[in-house]
């Protein structure tokens, strides 16, 4: 594995908790246990109705199938081994699956911001020109939209991972935090070769994630130009109302990440830092798909009209039993 020519530490120990009273454990284990539960079974909710309702058979919603299931694997990257972690007293990892993780973590992260970006230029095509939107969002053009996410966030998971874990860890091994994230990994590491490594870093992740919000605001930019042109005030809604849900989504996922990565450097203390943490990597995923489907006023009429057919026919069945 990357880096093991030069490491001499074969496993890392997770602390991102133990500054919290150990009473508290059960009670974050059962909070983080049903937001992840939820977070699956919303997620797995928006698939099945876009799945089953041939009128969400629409790029934008194809877009939205693709970000569900980069939500579910982003989560499933590390929330069952923080759960397992809650409730035990030696959370240690090995090398190797600490790499892993760190790898997937970065990919679906990364793929994330990136579907959110190619969502608001769905809805830029849409909207401001929107003769043109067959031939611009034909099923080769998001196909290849969609592969290109998901390359662009498997190159970031790959050029970030090879960085980190190419530096020699020397000791200690015990990480200020609840998974394998990239600050306190390079606390750990040793060599002159680290301050360059932080910087690369960095660069590359804070411009990815700048490139993405700046593209995601241009669309947004003409949008709002096309709309405000549209005469009628109930068209002026409708035209807006297409977007509410991404938009709220967008602002979570970057204003979130923003008091994480952008806060300034000074004292702090470690509880907070494990709490804000926490609050993006488990809270963020949890209310995507609740603004998903309360804002989008066609998936959650939609979602509405699949259950009320599966209940129906359930009723059906179970009377044909009964006689």
């Not at 997770?14 to 079974?41: D, R």
């Not at 709220?248 to 300034?264: D, R």
């Amino acid at each position: 594995m990357l880096g093991s020519n030069y490491t001499t530490v074969s496993e890392f120990i997770f602390i991102g908790f133990s500054n919290f009273p150990q009473q508290l454990m059960p009670v974050f284990f059962v909070v983080i246990l049903l937001m992840y539960l939820f977070t699956l079974l919303g997620n797995l909710l928006i698939m099945a109705t876009i799945w089953s309702e041939r009128s969400l058979h629409t790029p934008m919603y194809l877009f939205l199938c693709i970000l569900s299931i980069s939500e579910i694997l982003y989560t499933l990257s590390f929330i069952p081994r923080m759960l397992v972690d809650l409730l035990s007293t030696h959370n240690s990892i090995t090398f190797l699956a600490c790499a892993n993780q760190m790898f997937f973590a970065f990919m679906f992260g990364f793929t994330h911001s990136l579907l959110l970006t190619i969502m608001g230029y769905d809805r830029y095509v849409a909207i401001c020109h929107p003769l043109r939107y067959n031939v611009l969002m034909s099923p080769r053009g998001c196909a290849c939209l969609v592969a290109g996410s998901w390359a662009g966030g498997s190159a970031i998971g790959l050029i970030v991972t090879t960085s980190v874990f190419h530096l020699p860890f020397c000791g200690p091994n015990q990480i200020q935090h609840f998974l394998c994230h990239v600050p306190p990994m390079l606390k750990l590491a040793c060599g002159s070769n680290v301050p360059v490594v932080a910087l690369g870093v960095g660069v590359v992740c804070i411009t990815y994630l700048l490139g993405c919000f700046l593209l995601i605001l241009l669309s947004y930019g003409f949008i709002v130009a096309a709309i405000l042109k549209i005469a009628s005030a109930e068209g002026r809604h409708k035209a807006f109302s297409t977007c509410a849900s991404h938009l709220t989504v967008v602002i979570v996922h970057y204003g979130f990440a923003s008091v994480i990565y952008l806060k300034p450097k000074g004292p702090h203390s470690e509880e907070g830092d494990t709490l804000m943490a926490t609050t993006y990597t488990v809270l963020t995923p949890f209310l995507s798909p609740i603004i998903f489907s309360l804002r989008n006023k066609e998936l959650k009429n939609a979602m509405k009209k699949t259950f009320l057919r599966k209940l129906c026919s359930s009723k059906e069945w179970s009377v044909r039993n009964n006689w």
